[in-house]
């Protein structure tokens, strides 16, 4: 549960930096305003992961070892424009999510709540969405591009969540023991890619 | 006052900017998501002050256009670690306040308020302060380091109100006619630099 909370708290974390970068991208004040606000829901819900942290007794510097393992994903899918940033966060981080959702179902109360809670602010995602359902709607080069970077950030994002499962075995357990199922990881990566295409398809990108 | 309001918007969202880059520099966790929680504060002034300008009838792009009289101080001071950053937060940025907080004087209600108010949300540079001066306190070569530093941000920071005086001739004009002061700009500049004095010694910075 610590792990799982330490990582939670720390893809919060990072999702503002991104969205404080992705500011920085977008084509206007107005919504350089909103992602920062988007961006300060988040800081909220990284404080109320790191009360119920030290409420289970664990120290900073655990839940800062968790920042390491999400890093690489991070640092490698830096968007060069408004658009991949958007894609990034309505395909990449999605990703993301669904590993952390995942895993909350199998831990007890008040844990789940707490994760689910968290992963449940996801404005920025839906705005996304839109705003690229619309784009590549009428642009089919814009399309193109964005299935392509769209289907990396997806193998980076699964990358991670593997890395994930070998940095933190007790979550590789919680999923094998708590589903009872020896196969459980596998059919969780088939579920993720499931609906990743199903995500992709709904925004109009090709996978 | 559209010139004066559309300034202050301007510098609340590239303070927000500059807190959100200095969240990155930042020495822990829980300093990091201070900065973004005292960022957020900062989104919601700039949003207020938009509202405002909106009510009397401004064009976003009018608001855009402060932007780029703002920038060129906001880009010649990024901070190169965490204490740089704090040094700007509470030397450099400070000038820019006082020279709003002045031209806010000479107008009228209710504007006066909505820009004070805006001014008002400063606990990055209070924080800032404090964690300097304890800093400098036990360490001279950082003392002198940052006082080199903090004299170089005071010296972009007069630019700045010298640019926009130059680029906003109707709040030169207010400044010379409210104060019924023909040399109003030249004991503006002053005030400025005896304020910024004050801050330095406050510090344990030398000037």
Known sequence: VLDLLGLVACNELLAVDRMAADARLAPDLNRRALLYEMAAARVANYRRLVARLVELGAEPEEVASCLDLLRPYHESTAPKDWFEALTRACIGDAVTDDVLREIAGLVEEPDRQVVLDALH?????????????????????????????????????????????????????????????????????????????????????NT
């Open 121 to 205: 602010e996801r404005r920025y995602a839906e705005l996304a969405a839109a705003e690229i359902r619309a784009a590549v709607a009428t642009d089919p080069v814009l399309a193109s591009r964005l299935s392509m970077w769209a289907r990396r950030l997806a193998g980076e994002a699964l990358a991670q969540a593997a890395r994930v499962g070998t940095g933190r075995p007790a979550l590789n357990w919680l999923i094998t023991e708590r589903t009872g199922d020896p196969a459980g990881v596998r059919s969780l990566f088939t579920r993720l890619t499931a609906a990743h295409v199903d995500r992709m398809s709904a925004v109009g990108l």
